[in-house]
């Protein structure tokens, strides 16, 4: 069962908007949550993260906001860029527990 | 440092015939992940080792997937027989802990016919 859940496989958004991807998961254990960007025929890479002890991470135009009671977590890209135009997955884990659990990816496509 | 390396990146064989992926991961991580990406589930972990030893292989498939890792430098997935149904991209990762960044190779698309 997936613990890690994506539901908008795919996103569209016009360049300069905001982007928001979204993701929910079911285990209250989960502690530590990231996010990664895929290009096609490349691999996976980071791209932010956040620790239950914060509600908020910025970087650059890339901002994660996670709320714990919702178990819900959200990466907001302003202003977006054809550049950013990528699957995006959401990953979590437990603190002592020595993997990651991904969600299924949203496609973002950024519309110049 | 090359990042995680993986080989071969395209592999197309016919139902019944073993398959084996590579992976060299990054100098100094301790930890190696293999992944397998569909679109119906997404990322899927399949098996991890910490310090070239198998801790937890309860996402392989079945006894037809095998990983080792004799080094500390190189780990293998193995699939035999395959299967079409095993088409995806296999993906390896590696970090320096466990639940942090982990770094991704390029993947090894596989398709069974």
């Known amino acids: 069962d997936q613990q890690v859940k994506q539901n908008s496989p795919s996103l569209s958004v016009q360049e300069g908007r905001i982007s928001i991807l979204n993701c929910d998961y079911t285990n209250s254990m989960f502690d530590y949550f990231l996010w990664y960007k895929k290009y096609p025929a490349e691999g996976p890479t980071f791209l932010i993260s956040i620790s239950s002890i914060k509600d908020k991470n910025e970087d650059g135009r890339f901002t994660v906001f996670l709320n714990k009671s919702a178990k819900h977590l959200s990466l907001h890209i302003v202003p977006s860029q054809p550049g950013d135009s990528a699957v995006y997955f959401c990953a979590a884990s437990e603190t002592g527990a020595n993997n990651l659990f991904f969600g299924t990816g949203t496609r973002l496509t950024v519309i110049p | 440092d090359a ?42 972990l399949l098996i991890y080792f910490n310090n070239n030893v198998p801790i937890d292989d309860s996402g392989m498939p079945e006894d037809r997937f095998s990983a080792k890792m004799p080094n500390a430098s190189f780990s293998t997935l193995k699939i035999q027989p395959s299967e079409p149904r095993d088409s995806a991209v296999y993906f390896c990762a590696s970090s320096l802990r466990p639940y942090n960044e982990q770094f991704f190779g390029p993947g090894t698309r596989l398709t069974v016919l």
């Open chain 2, 3 to 44: 990042g995680v390396i993986q080989s071969p990146r395209h592999e197309v064989t016919e139902m019944g015939q073993e398959v084996t992926l590579r992976c060299k991961p990054i100098s100094g991580h301790d930890y190696l992940f293999w992944y397998r990406q569909t679109m119906m589930r997404g990322l899927e």
